[in-house]
């Protein structure tokens, strides 16, 4: 099969076990055992998992949302869920509206299954939120499904809950799914537009896990709310790729939802102890121009009058110990996505790194 390799997740990986002051990371570090330990009795073979996931875990998410559990399906991370729900809505030739810049995973599942890719914008200009106009003319009879993520990846920008039902309801006329990715909306401070998508129609569906903001990222506990229809398909694709689902992640994830709201502040916190560094140091230079983000730990930035944030990146990783992610990735070139989930005097060390990189970069053009 031909399709197009979501290369900045082979980065991503290979960059984690890099040296260097890390700043490429979009997910949080894993809870400190003060705050989430696991019990012995988690690490059992002998679990409830009947297949399709732990019932109780099932519960606790259909209470999460507001509905019952044949609107859940339980998948490994938000990147299977993902997968899954285009597997089960596209065929070849389908069209998909997906966000530039976006998260690349939309565009090679597209690929996997020949659909075609329609691009819509999101603008720094105008907060990176999308333009209901300019959406209506790509929503035709051929878009079998769109895809929005809520907080948008790379930017952070959230979504207002009105142009999201707007497109919802749009959609719901052409018979079009929307797919949103909700794996980063926890950043919010509870009660803040924080709401998840699920409700805003019967041709939604969202997609989640515990790894973005609950730094669960190994366990791979991820999940789908959506319509019974969407979801019956997905477990018919499951079916073929996973006889079971992990037992011991089935068990610690239902540990971790138990305290997920002891478990959520801490992204909060970090995010509010390290933005006022990474804004100080942004605003000192008048080469950066940035999107200020509502929450969570990265900050997209373009780095005026450059062009090649690749090159620049590796100058940054190979010359001043500093990894962060060239804008590329996410089809903008000149811009980067900087992690700032690392201590504060980390976070001014790996700043003042990147400044440095960035005049060497430039005095070398
Ligand atoms: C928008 C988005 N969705 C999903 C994922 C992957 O998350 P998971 O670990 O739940 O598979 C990422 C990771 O970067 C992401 O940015």
Redesign the pocket.
């Known amino acids: 099969m031909d399709f197009e390799p979501f290369q900045y997740m082979r980065y ?1 990986k290979r960059l984690e076990y890099a040296d260097g002051i890390f700043m490429a990371g ?2 949080m570090n894993k809870p400190k055992r003060d705050v989430l330990s696991f019990r012995e009795a988690d690490f059992s073979l002998d679990s409830l998992c009947s297949n399709y996931g732990d019932p109780r875990n099932i519960a606790w998410l259909a209470a999460r949302y507001g509905t019952t559990g044949e609107h859940v399906v339980m998948t ?7 997968f899954l729900v285009y597997a089960a809505a596209l065929n070849a030739g389908d069209k998909v509206i997906i966000e530039t810049p976006g ?1 690349p ?1 939309f565009t090679s599942l597209a690929s996997m299954l020949n659909a075609e890719v329609v691009h819509l914008p999101r603008r720094y200009e105008n907060g990176y939120e999308p333009d209901i106009a300019e959406f209506k003319k790509l929503l035709d009879d051929g878009v079998r499904l769109v895809v929005l ?1 809520n907080l948008h ?1 790379p930017t952070m920008a959230r979504m207002p809950r009105d142009l999201m039902k707007e497109i919802v309801d749009l959609c719901a006329v052409n018979g079009t799914l929307v797919l949103i ?1 909700e ?2 909306v926890d950043h919010l401070k509870p009660g803040d537009d924080d709401q998840s998508a699920f409700e805003l129609g019967d041709n939604v569906v969202v ?6 903001v609950y730094g669960l ?1 190994g366990l ?1 506990f ?1 999940w789908a709310v959506g319509p019974k229809k969407l979801l019956s398909k997905m477990l018919d694709l499951i079916d073929i790729v996973d006889p079971e689902l992990p037992t011991i992640t089935q068990n610690l994830a239902h540990h971790a939802l138990e305290n997920l709201a002891r478990l959520r502040p801490a992204a909060r916190r970090l995010h509010e102890q390290n933005w006022p560094i990474v804004k100080e140091w942004a605003d000192s230079r008048d080469d950066i121009e940035y999107f200020h983000p509502p929450g969570g730990i990265t900050v997209w930035l373009r780095v005026k009058d450059i062009t090649e944030t690749g090159n620049l990146s590796t100058v940054a990783r190979n010359d001043y110990g500093v990894l962060v992610v060239p804008g590329e990735y996410f089809q903008s070139p000149g811009w980067l996505r900087v992690g700032y989930k690392i201590e504060p005097t980390a976070v001014r060390e790996g700043l003042s790194r990147l400044g440095k990189a960035i005049d060497d970069f430039k005095s070398h053009r």
């Open positions: 991503a979009s997910g490994a991370g938000s990147s299977e869920a993902n998260y995973q993520t990846n990715d794996v980063y997609t989640n896990s515990l790894t973005k990222s791979r991820g």
